[in-house]
């Protein structure tokens, strides 16, 4: 059952990138199981499927020490400072950085273990108050400053659009993000190494707006609800 979430769902990117004239290699579903059972996991994993993605950082650890070792995952949700030293090494991405502060705990961290850590600038593009994330003016300026921080490979920004009945409210808010990114790439950041900061990934779209989001430039859709069903906080 949850194979043809899966199926839909893909089918779904494959279409709207069809409709907006992009390749469908351009964009990775990750598939978003917080909350949810090993069982359901493996039966995502059984298809083929290895990008998944965690909010908590205590679920998250817990699934990689018992999930198949070839699975990609991606934090996706707020990250504390004191917690980063629990996932530097064993996401593949972080795509919510939302501070400086943080961004300096990464590499610190990323430092320590000898590895280098790709993340994501959460943008709060609709500048929602109950969001975490940089507003779009606050993004050059952090930019700036995190560049020289060694061990980490900034990628590019994350959002997570408000809940709205109709997706097409949030294009915008997409739009503004992918202008973000091309406008950052233009002003050809210097990173410190003899180079100049080159960004490639637009992590956005959720069950309700990722094939607007996708239309928009996405390069990572994170969908849960659509392949594994609805969320039970309570047990
Ligand atoms: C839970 C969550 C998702 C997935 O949301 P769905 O609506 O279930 O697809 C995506 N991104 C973030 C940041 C989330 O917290």
């Not at 808010?173 to 100049?196: H, P, Q, S, T």
């Amino acid at each position: 059952m949850l194979a043809n979430n899966l199926k839909e769902v893909q089918e779904e990117i494959r279409k709207a990138c069809e409709k907006a004239g992009r390749n469908p290699e351009e964009v990775t579903l990750i598939a978003v199981s917080k909350t949810k059972p090993n069982e359901a996991i493996e039966e995502v994993y059984a298809t083929g499927m290895r990008e998944f993605g965690e909010n908590y950082v205590q679920e998250l650890v817990g699934k990689i020490e018992t999930l198949p070792k070839d699975i990609r995952w991606h934090m996706i949700g707020h990250l504390q400072r004191n917690k980063v030293k629990y996932l530097v090494g064993k996401v593949c991405m972080i795509h919510s950085v939302d501070s400086l502060r943080l961004a300096e705990e990464i590499s610190k961290e990323s430092v320590k273990k000898n590895v280098t850590t790709d993340i994501l600038i959460e943008v709060n593009v609709a500048e929602e108050e109950n969001k975490f994330g940089f507003k779009v003016e606050e993004v050059e300026g952090f930019l700036r400053e995190a560049v020289n921080l060694p061990n980490i490979n900034i990628r590019g920004f994350m959002t997570s659009a408000p809940y709205v009945s109709d997706p097409e409210e949030n294009r915008h808010y997409f739009r503004i993000l992918r202008e973000l990114l091309v406008d950052i790439n233009a002003k050809n950041i210097d990173n410190g190494n003899k180079d100049v900061l080159h960004l490639d990934s637009l992590s956005m779209g959720m069950t309700n707006d990722y094939r607007v989001a996708v239309e928009e430039g996405a390069t990572l859709v994170r969908v849960g609800t659509a392949i594994f069903g609805a969320r039970n906080y309570n047990n």
